[in-house]
């Protein structure tokens, strides 16, 4: 079965580092357009950042960008995200996503569609921010 499984939230102070994992099992994650997604309370879900799955292309939402970096690993099949300078406006459950990338004649679909992405959602970590 396959399945996604965030770890590395919890509480930390303003201006502080979280490094969240995402390990998947059930499928290599080699050929996935992997996300990062997040839910505040009262707010909608909001795509944090992705890396393609061909040349590790990295995408940024403008209110972590230069603040949190995404990265693959794929011989341990986990994608992960560290957040520096946290601030309590991140304060969200963290969820992890997949999108298998594409090949379709001469084109290749590789986290294209950013921030939508379409498969395999994990269950989230919560992560607060607060003094």
């Known amino acids: 079965q396959v399945q996604l499984v965030e770890s590395g939230g919890g509480l930390v102070q303003p201006g502080g580092s979280l490094r969240l994992s995402c390990a998947a099992s059930?499928?290599?994650?080699?050929?996935?357009?992997m996300g990062w997604f997040r839910r505040a309370p009262g707010k909608e879900r909001e795509g944090v950042s992705a890396?393609?799955?061909?040349?590790?292309?990295?995408y940024y939402s403008p209110s972590v960008k230069g603040r949190f970096t995404i990265s693959r690993d794929n011989a341990k099949n986990t994608v992960y995200l560290q957040m520096n300078s946290l601030k309590p406006e991140d304060t969200a459950v963290y969820y992890c996503?997949?999108?298998?990338?594409?090949?379709?004649?001469?084109?290749?679909?590789?986290?294209?569609?950013?921030?939508?992405?379409?498969?395999?959602w994990g269950q989230g970590t919560q992560v607060t921010v607060s003094s």
């Open positions: 059930g499928f290599t994650l080699d050929y996935y357009c």
């Open positions: 890396i393609s799955s061909f040349n590790s292309t990295t």
């Open positions: 996503a997949a999108e298998r990338s594409m090949s379709s004649g001469q084109l290749y679909s590789d986290c294209d569609s950013w921030p939508v992405i379409r498969g395999y």
